[in-house]
């Protein structure tokens, strides 16, 4: 298996993708009035659902496979921003976001000095 070294190069946001927002207009039917926030269908919430079942176990095997290098700061903001877009989307509390969140913990790593503790 190769690891694709450029995951963390790749500057687009998680709603820059086809994906994204196609799940997002099919969860969010047009309704008569105009909101911001418009209400979820009778599928839910697709694009989360998405990030739960797909995106976060691909992330943490590819992390785990050694995609991440830990001292790079590139890698690591990369990672930080990731994983903020993905915490407005998925509950902070989800299992799977937590693998993701263990590792941006302040006391185990200094995004501002790029180094681990």
Do not use: C
Request: no cysteine; net charge negative; charged share 25%.
């Amino acid at each position: 298996m190769s690891i694709n070294t450029s995951l963390f190069q790749d500057l687009r946001t998680l709603d820059s993708f086809h994906w994204y927002s196609s799940l997002y207009e099919y969860s969010r039917p047009k309704s008569h009035e105009d909101s911001e926030s418009p209400e979820l269908g009778p599928d839910g919430d697709l694009v989360s659902a998405t990030i739960m079942t797909a995106v976060l176990p691909r992330l943490s095997k590819l992390i785990e496979g050694g995609a991440l290098d830990p001292f790079s700061e590139k890698d690591i903001r990369r990672l930080v921003n990731l994983a903020e877009e993905i915490e407005v989307s998925v509950e902070r509390s989800n299992h799977k976001f937590q693998v993701i969140a263990v590792l941006l913990q302040p006391d185990i790593f200094d995004v501002n000095r790029s180094r681990w503790f």
